[in-house]
């Protein structure tokens, strides 16, 4: 059964700080990898998504990377804002002979101080 | 629309009534899954579809639920008899078919969720 652990579990740093948020899963067999953002209240907005076969994906601010073979993927933020204050979920879904659901972690909690 | 539509979004009911939630997915994506998020939690898997083939129904928590689509259309989560423990939001995501070998094959997509609130 996959696993998803993500850690932090929450963060606090100061607007214009660099951070990595770190995501690690137990079985290396996945179709993908996904990173979203979830603000109070709201729906889960999607932020990058890493195939199988990359190493990493970047847009604007966020670069995420992946390693298969060690189970992990980490999200890179640079230059932090306040407005990036969310929680960050990170979704593994798995080979398609493998099943069809997507796990999630519990999450990153971020706050970004101004 | 642009996006995956959710209705109601917000439903109080009370103990024992039933309830109905709507997905209107994005068109031509052909997955849809429905997750629940209990309050500080992490996202529960529910159900998924996928086109015209049977439905994982594993993640349903008992028979008092159960969800239909027809096709690659709207779906409904059906909610018998609620519970104080259903209270959560159900949240819907349609997945982008793309071309095999795309780098946005297999991304999703989620709505904003319909929040209930069982009395």
């Known amino acids: 059964k996959q696993e998803v652990t993500q850690i932090p579990a929450a963060l606090s740093v100061p607007e214009g700080e660099n951070l990595v948020l770190n995501c690690s899963f137990t079985?290396?067999?996945?179709?993908?990898l996904q990173w979203f953002r979830q603000d109070p209240g709201k729906g889960l907005t999607s932020l990058l998504l890493?195939?199988?076969?990359?190493r990493e994906q970047t847009s604007g601010r966020l670069n995420a990377s992946l390693d298969k073979s060690s189970g992990r993927s980490t999200l890179y933020i640079a230059a932090s804002q306040p407005g990036d204050s969310a929680t960050y979920l990170c979704?593994?879904?798995?080979?398609?002979?493998?099943?069809?659901?997507?796990?999630f972690g519990e999450g990153t909690q971020l706050t970004v101080n101004p | 629309g642009a996006g995956v539509s959710q209705s109601p979004s917000n439903k109080v009911t009370e103990k024992g009534k039933d309830v109905e939630l709507r997905c209107d997915p994005i068109?031509?994506?052909?997955?849809l899954y429905w997750y629940r998020q209990r309050l500080g939690q992490g996202l529960e898997f529910l159900i998924y579809?996928?086109?015209?083939?049977?439905?994982?129904k594993s993640g349903l928590p008992s028979d008092r639920f159960s969800a239909e689509r027809t096709g690659e259309s709207v779906s409904t989560l059906t909610i018998q008899r609620t519970q104080q423990e259903d209270s959560a939001v159900y949240l819907c995501?349609?997945?982008?078919?793309?071309?095999?070998?795309?780098?946005?094959?297999?991304?999703?997509?989620f709505g904003e969720g319909s929040r209930l609130t069982v009395l």
């Open positions: 068109s031509g994506h052909t997955a």
């Open positions: 979704a593994v879904r798995p080979r398609e002979t493998s099943g069809s659901r997507l796990t």
């Open positions: 579809f996928q086109g015209n083939s049977a439905p994982d």
């Open positions: 890493i195939q199988s076969s990359q």
């Open positions: 995501a349609s997945r982008y078919p793309g071309l095999a070998g795309s780098l946005r094959s297999g991304e999703l997509f």
């Open positions: 079985d290396s067999a996945i179709y993908n």
